[in-house]
């Protein structure tokens, strides 16, 4: 079994795990304190959690799509 035999280089790792890692700063920037029951916290509508931490979400699932399917140009290849 030689190298060209697996689906993923190790660019393709690489890149999954930045993506991972962009998609679990976005739920932790969507952490924190909630509202209680009688008490009203409106942190919970602040833009970091309305706003950036989505949209860092979303970037992160993006980039985790990109690297599934990157793959590099090989030599050996035909080019058409």
């Known amino acids: 079994m030689g190298k060209e035999d697996f689906a993923f280089r ?27 029951e009688g008490v009203f916290n409106a942190e919970i509508f602040s833009a970091r959690r309305i706003k950036l931490a989505p949209l860092v979400s979303l970037l992160g699932f993006l980039f ?9 140009n090989s030599k050996n290849e035909a080019k058409v």
């Open 10 to 36: 190790k660019m393709n790792y690489i890149l999954l795990a930045v993506g991972m890692a962009v998609v679990i700063l976005g739920f932790i920037l969507m952490s924190g304190a909630g509202s209680e």
């Open 64 to 72: 985790i799509v990109v690297a599934i399917l990157w793959r590099r």
